[in-house]
């Protein structure tokens, strides 16, 4: 089993463009949650999607940002126009089921982004 | 609203000497409580959980955590550090689905 395959690890984008983050679960879950990792905030719940469907997204940004989770294919994290403030590691986390019910989550590696 | 605090950005031990890194929450209802390491340029791993049962709960690499309900507190601890134990580490919790994370606190162990 591979684990959390985030792609890429690096990412750099000028201020305006697109970036997309990848992210394959562990085989077999369903359930994946993003999160934006800033150096002074710690971790913080983005969206969480189960395949086909956007679960909570109550950590999202309201404007630039969008997650999906199609049912062939990785969950993508998408953002447009991308600004300096976006700069940070954005990490990918999947599980079996919910993890309020007794499942942990695992982690992949993370995508830094820099915008310059 | 429901957080996760780490109280400490580093603690700084000597090997082989005993360590704590704390976390305390406020988490509506049950909390469901986690662990997590991150070694630099990686992804985090899982180190231990608390949902239901004893309250002190064994994890990988010789780490336990103590949930203390009166207290709210669900600190990290290990009997004798070791130089590969130094890392950054993140208690995360939640209630109602999604996992709140606290800061992070840096472990550094010194030989």
């Known amino acids: 089993n591979a684990g959390v395959m985030q792609n890429p690890r690096h990412l750099v984008r000028r201020r305006g463009q697109e970036a997309r983050l990848r992210c394959s679960p562990m085989k077999g879950h369903s359930h994946v949650y993003w999160y934006r990792q800033l150096p002074e905030e710690g971790l913080k719940f983005m969206v969480y999607?189960?395949?086909?469907?956007?679960?909570?997204e109550s950590g999202m940004p309201k404007e630039r940002f969008s997650a999906e989770f199609p049912k062939e294919g990785p969950s993508i994290l998408r953002i447009q126009q991308v600004v300096r403030g976006d700069s940070a590691a954005y990490f990918c986390?999947?599980?079996?089921?919910?993890?309020?019910?007794?499942?942990?989550?695992?982690f992949g590696q993370g995508t830094r982004l820099t915008v310059v | 609203a429901q957080s996760v605090a780490q109280p400490e950005d580093q603690v700084n031990v000597a090997e082989g000497n005993p360590l704590t890194v704390k976390c305390t929450y406020s988490v509506s209802g049950n909390p469901y409580l986690f662990w997590y390491v991150q070694y630099p340029n990686r992804g985090l791993q899982f180190l231990l959980k608390?949902?239901?049962?004893?309250?002190l709960v064994k994890g990988s690499y010789g780490f336990e955590a103590e949930f203390n309900k009166s207290q709210t507190s669900f600190h990290l601890k290990k009997p004798s550090a070791l130089v590969s134990d130094s890392a950054l580490y993140f208690c995360a919790g939640g209630s109602q689905g999604n996992l709140i994370f606290g800061k992070g606190t840096k472990l550094s162990v010194k030989p």
């Open positions: 999607l189960q395949k086909e469907n956007i679960i909570d």
């Open positions: 986390a999947s599980s079996l089921g919910q993890t309020r019910v007794n499942t942990e989550a695992f």
């Open positions: 608390y949902i239901t049962g004893d309250n």
